[in-house]
Nanobody
Framework: VQLQASGGGLVQPGGSLRLSCAVS????????IAWFRQAPGKEREGVSW???????YYRDSVKGRFTTSRDDAKNTVYLEMNSLKSEDTAIYYC???????????????????WGQGTQVTVSS
């Protein structure tokens, strides 16, 4: 299983980026696909989650600004990020699980498959 994250870059505050996570095989194979991020000197944190039935969940600090979606025809999950802030600067990772249950959705320990990360820098 391989996950390939892409789409990061340098953007000004208030700008937008769209991250992509290409999944080998089928996105339908996974109960959940998530985005996590890690800023310098900080612990990794969950950002968004999308389940097989397309339910979506977000951490409070990105609600209303970020949107995750899934294109099963392309086996790709997206993270659309708008109104970006300097505190969104981090390496963003996609992760997937075939066995996770809803009560554990936000726990990164339950994600077996991880992408390599893509850098997002929000700066003027």
């Amino acid at each position: 299983v391989q996950l390939q994250a892409s789409g990061g870059g340098l953007v000004q505050p208030g700008g937008s980026l769209r991250l992509s996570c290409a999944v080998s095989g089928s996105t339908r194979d996974y109960r959940a696909i998530a985005w996590f991020r890690q800023a310098p000197g900080k612990e990794r944190e969950g950002v968004s989650w999308i389940t097989r039935d397309r339910s979506t969940y977000y951490r409070d600090s990105v609600k209303g600004r970020f949107t995750t979606s899934r294109d099963d025809a392309k086996n790709t999950v997206y993270l659309e990020m708008n109104s970006l802030k300097s505190e969104d600067t981090a390496i963003y990772y996609c992760a997937a699980s075939k066995t996770i249950i809803l009560s554990s959705l936000r726990d990164e320990r339950y994600y077996r498959y991880w992408g390599q990360g893509t850098q997002v820098t929000v700066s003027s």
